[in-house]
């Protein structure tokens, strides 16, 4: 028997990103028999790199080819379990779903160490694995559970019952929502299943770690996400994919991950914006969680006092007019009665004079005295602005001059700390001339406010409190948001200042007045869900306030408008997040907008506004047949995006929209070929990017 006859053919899936038109698998030839789901190392071009051998991947062009052009397998990533079937299919639902290659979902979803060792390295990474995985974990000494509250028992009652439909768990912020979780989870892992847990961000990973940590000692925990080194990723991965870890913690990034004995997923505030990847492949961690349940038929939830509409929908009875999809369980009651801060709307035309020329205090005298009176009660208060720096732009008053980004058609944000100008879009970055570029004017002046600067100005204010600070620009060094979040807790801070990153998860015990200084921007929008960001985001923030009991009924939630009756802020005042929502979801249906239509976003980057717009409309024009034999699907024009330049490449954006979900995903798979034909002639012409975003966030 010659060799030839014993060498197989498999199918293998490589990285090759979107634009290369490769979309399938290619073929190699392999001496040894290989299960899909195996890690090789095949040589593509001149390179050997890691793929995935996946017998039902569609066809690509190699496939055509005659065995004797066929290239062989280099190595086997042996010892590793193959990536089960389950992990397959939600890969090629995500790649088909998202419009991405089968190669590129598959590859950027494996922990990018995997994806650089050869088998050598392999086998000794997977030893010194084994090595850690023999240390013993600390004895179980079972903790004390709290009594759970009657609505946490209800729910609990409910989740108990198999079901198939995924649950949103609608709690008030402090409601006990993550004693729900853990106590499923427990019963998950009594079961002997591993459990799923996702978090929106990688600041909320530490605190929810170590409360699990607590629960279940004995049990083996790990997180996932882009924080971790390489090395701690792939090592996490595998004691999952090897179920060996018990509970694994992570962010969107996680929901791929391969779990053997996998019981129990649960989303985590799942209104979060961060579940949806903003670039490469654009996918909604959060839906594809409820796939991936579906799928394996385990249950799934869904977690948030104000949940994204789209899941407010699913989990409407169709009696209210929703999908009546999800099972909805409501627990409106905080943990021991606690109650929600009492909301001020506090009217900024009545309170703040006409000041010729001057820029406003950034709070009235009203909520200076009510923040005064906390710090003088040893309570603490939080202040939120959500735009950080010292000032957004400068200007000279005598020419004009303005701090633009010479890359971007942005301002650069002035920084005070390291007398910076910066582009908080391209991150370009100067250091703040002493006079006007312009005229030489010396005297140019900051124009609007960040928490750089509220924090100078309340300091200024309030100068027996203790001011503290967190933003982006504050924790960028590694341990500085622990520091500054241990502080806080430590009460070595009096009024805190924060923008959005503040206003989420944390569990801040003396907190009793929070202040929403300039949150009208949101009203005025043009991204349709604007204000749906912003009521959650304001929910969340006064959900920081009176966590415990004790103070709850003295708690307060300020917001500064100059719009004080907008229903939204009405909404607000009572926290009717169902009122909100009808509200919100009548305005969605009227304009033929998600949840009652699917989107779908065709973005291009170009040298010129002209360059990108024309692919754009070479795009529809090429597609238009396929929409007009469909009939409901509805391209709107090519249009610049809000920021239409950013690091001197010009783009722009092409809505997609249709009243049904399959026919747009119809409309985007046969069009993609088209598209890639009209990007290669347009190449030319001066296009630099396209790609397409489903199911897109912001608009
Ligand atoms: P949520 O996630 O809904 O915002 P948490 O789960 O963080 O709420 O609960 C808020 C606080 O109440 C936490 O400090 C938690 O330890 C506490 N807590 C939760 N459930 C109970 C309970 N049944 N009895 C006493 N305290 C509880
Ligand atoms: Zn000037
Ligand atoms: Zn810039």
Known sequence: MTTEAVRQRVRVVVEAPQHSGLWGALDYLSEVALLPGELVRVPLGRRVVTGVVWDDAPQGEASLWAQADLKEVAEVLSGLPPLPRTWRQLVAFAAAYYQRSLGEMALMVLPPELRQLDALQWQRRRKRLDKALLEP??????????????????????????????????????????????????????????????????????????????????????????????AQRLRHWLMAHLGQADVILGTRLSVFTPLPRLGLIVVDEEHDPSYKQQ????????????????????????????????????????????????????????????????VRVLDLSKVLKPTMGQEPPPVAQELLHAIEERTARGEQS??????????????????????????????????????????????????????????????????????????????????????????????????????????????????????????????????????????????????????????????????????????????????????????????????????????????????????????????AEGKTQEAAQAFLKDAAEAAKPLADALGCVTLYPAVPTPVQRVANIERAQMMIESPNRAALQRFLTDSQPLWLDTAHKNRRNGLVRWAVDVDPLSI
Not at 142 to 158: C, G, I, K, V, Y
Not at 307 to 324: D, H, I, R, T
């Open 279 to 342: 670039d490469g492949a654009r996918y909604s961690a959060r839906d594809l969680a409820v796939y991936r349940a579906r799928l394996e038929k385990v249950p799934v939830i869904l977690g948030s006092a104000t949940p994204s509409l789209e899941s407010w929908f699913n989990a409407l009875p169709v009696s209210e007019g929703g999908a009546g999809r999800y099972q909805r369980l409501a627990m409106p009651a905080r943990v021991g009665d606690g109650v929600m801060p009492r």
């Open 382 to 603: 939080l202040v939120l602005l959500n735009r950080r720096g010292y000032a957004p732009v400068l200007h000279c008053s005598d020419c004009g001059w303005k701090s633009g980004c010479p890359h971007c058609s942005a301002w650069r944000v002035f920084h005070k700390q390291d007398r910076t100008l910066r582009c908080h879009h391209c991150g370009f970055t100067e250091r703040v001339p002493r006079a006007c570029p312009d005229c030489g004017n010396t005297d140019i002046q900051p124009v609007g406010r960040g928490t750089e600067r509220l924090e100078e100005q309340l300091a200024a204010a309030m100068p027996n409190a203790r001011i503290g600070r967190i933003d982006a620009d504050v924790t960028r060094l590694k341990g500085a948001l622990e520091a500054q979040l241990a502080s806080v807790h430590a009460g070595e801070i009096d009024v805190l200042v924060g923008t959005q990153m503040v206003a989420k998860g944390h569990d801040f015990r003396r907190i009793t007045l929070v202040a929403a200084v300039n949150p009208d921007a949101a009203l005025f929008a043009s991204d349709f869900r604007a204000a749906e960001r912003q009521f959650s985001l304001l929910l969340q923030a006064a959900g920081r306030a009176g966590r415990d009991a004790e103070a709850a009924g003295r708690s307060e939630m300020w917001v500064q408008t100059w719009h004080p009756t907008h229903p939204l802020y009405q909404s607000l005042r009572a926290y009717d997040y169902p009122a909100f929502a009808a509200k919100q979801l009548e305005e969605r249906q009227m304009a033929g907008l998600p949840p009652y239509a699917s989107l779908a976003m065709l973005r």
């Open 137 to 230: 974990l600390p004895a179980a000494t079972p903790p004390t559970l709290p009594e759970l509250t009657e609505q946490q028992a209800q729910a609990l009652d409910a989740l108990a019952q198999p079901g198939d439909q995924p649950c949103l768990l609608w709690g008030s912020t402090g409601s006990g929502k993550t004693e729900v979780y853990l106590r499923q989870t427990q019963r998950a892992l009594d079961e002997g299943r591993q459990v799923l847990i996702m978090v929106p961000e990688i600041n909320l990973t530490p605190q929810l770690e170590a409360r699990v940590a607590e629960r279940f000692i004995g049990r083996r925990i790990v997180s996932l996400h882009s924080a971790l080194t390489p």
